[in-house]
């Protein structure tokens, strides 16, 4: 767990070139779950960012333009060049960042964290294959096989540890690397490089001081997060929960892979305008359709019977940060949570004699029904939360509920077994147009996503709309689940929703 003296998250020179910090609640659950299945090989919900671009120009001018912009988001963002470490003497986790002063080092640092990867793969496919996870956060340039006289077409991928950056962060790092890289390819040699030596000071803060939250609970607060607890306990007692099922078997994840759906332009309209109709949001609706889903996918007994969705809602906590830190000017953070409350779900699984279990192409009036009311409760749970003024001062507190034990002496602790009751979760990076432009100068943009890397049993949904279509994306382990599988899931999604909606 973070420090609770505010002093302890000041960025500080600990010896020449060399500054460091405490982590906080949020940076320390991502640390710690990393920790927890460091022997496996693989990193727990390390980022991937994707985007797809294409430029007039030769490979040697946009490699260097691309070059030249990824050096100075190095100066304008320095916490891309921090990493977190274990510190023996004082028995706990602090980030650190190392200077880069001189042309030669920034050099290097550009040759180890700017790799062009030699592959027949697409970027899709080559994000798909184990890549990996380096020390420091780092862009992988996969160049189209496809020739294009004059065109440079490429998928630009960043891979970096959870507890560096989040989603929506690595879309506004994106945004601000082309926004350069476009002045790199117009400028040529006459763009101005930076001069490095007071990047140190726009380090970017942990979430407690970018939203100013107090060192520790009002007793008013402590008292609603007793209560919060409480009843999170009380949910899965006496009740059946949805599970996910998965292949058995495996003890030790695979490789994270994705799968997406995206929609006409048409299709996402008419989506758009139903919701809104409705009171929904997207996120609303599509949360909604995975607890019928996930309700769908439970094994059907002799008689019918009530089973419970858990989950939660992930929320970008930028907008209750203080300036600069409400802005790209500080991509590279953590400034996100969790709700602390539980959504919670009764739903019914009918008897094995009524109906086919696979109910997706179920246009009844029942069916219709049983998701508005269950969109209620959804759209109900995220207004509370999202009204909930106490949230924000909360989030560390219901960060550390979540967060394992960090081993004391760093050592790399068993892998821990399989999930026997996996669920899953959902999150909206939203409209990606107002986060990413999809062109600067020259650059033409597409297709970007994030995603974390999952080593668990459960699927993790991701929602986001670009150029008017909206995109449904699932991670998943290869180890427990098919391509196939999580499609399936992500089908019986759009269907439900779009049917439900009469979209």
Known sequence: MGSLEPSDYVWTETQPGRWERDVDEVEQFYTSLEKRYEGSGRYFFAMTGYISFSVSGTDQEVEDALRKAWLRLRYDHPSIGSRVEYCDAQKKCRKVYEMVPSPESQQKWLDTTLCIVPTKLSGLQWCNADPPVPKLPTLFLIKSRIPSRGVFKADLVLRCHHDIIDGIGTLMLFNNLFKHAAKALEQGDAYPLPSF????????????????????????????????????????????????????GPTNPGKHQRVAITLSSEQTHRLLRACKALGLSVTHAYHTALAIVIRDLQKRQSRPRTVRYISHSLINERPHCTEPYDSPAHAVSLYHSTSGGCLAIDLIVPAASIGARDRVFDYSILRRREYMKV?????????????????????????????YPYP????????????????????????????????HGAFELDNPWVTGEELGTGLGLFLGTWRGRLTLSAAFNDAWHTRNEALAFLDRCNVITIQALGA
């Not at 999170?232 to 059946?240: C, F, I, P, Y």
């Not at 959804?378 to 560390?396: A, C, E, G, S, W």
Request: charged share 20%; hydrophobic share 35%; glycine share 4%.
């Open 375 to 403: 969109a209620s409760v959804v759209r109900q749970f995220y207004l509370r939360t999202r009204n909930d003024k106490d949230h924000i001062n909360m989030v560390p507190s219901y960060w550390a509920m979540g967060t």
């Open 408 to 439: 004391p002496d760093n050592h790399t602790p068993p892998v821990p077994k399989p999930n026997d009751h996996p669920s899953v979760s959902i999150s909206s990076i939203g409209t990606l147009d107002k986060t990413i432009s999809p062109i």
């Open 197 to 248: 030596g007071n990047e140190f000071t726009r380090l970017s803060p942990p979430l407690r001081v970018a939203a100013g939250l107090p060192p520790v609970l009002s007793a008013h607060r402590q008292a609603c997060l007793d209560k919060i607890i409480s009843y999170n306990v009380a949910l899965k007692k006496g009740v059946e929960i949805t599970s996910l099922p998965y292949r058995k």
